[in-house]
């Protein structure tokens, strides 16, 4: 496999929020996706999530409480916690997570 440009990759996305799996590392699915500025329903997962920002912003809600991820920062999700996205989010966002069963 190639290096992949990341924030390439996310722009030609067709649309905001749609993600391209990059691969598998052992059972983690590592994905590439853009972020427009518009916020993103609640969600919660089983297993953990890891949340890295290569260039804008992450603004997210966390059990609650505001956070933002700037880039170049990680942040982890962890199992069953509930979290949105908030309005301002944009720019290039990795995630690495387990496939839901």
């Given at each position: 496999m190639n290096a992949v440009d990341l924030a390439e990759t996310a722009a030609g996305l067709p649309e905001a929020w749609s993600s391209r799996r990059l691969g598998m590392v052992g059972a983690a699915c590592?994905?590439?996706?853009?972020?427009?500025e518009l916020p993103v329903e609640e969600e919660s997962h089983r297993t953990a999530e890891a949340l890295l920002v290569i260039d804008g912003r992450l603004e997210l809600e966390v059990d609650g409480m505001p956070v933002s991820v700037r880039a170049g920062e990680l942040f982890m999700v962890a199992a069953e916690t509930a979290h949105t996205v908030r309005p301002g989010s944009r720019?290039?966002?990795?995630?690495?997570?387990l496939p839901e069963e």
């Open positions: 590592v994905k590439v996706l853009r972020m427009d720019g290039t966002l990795v995630i690495v997570e």
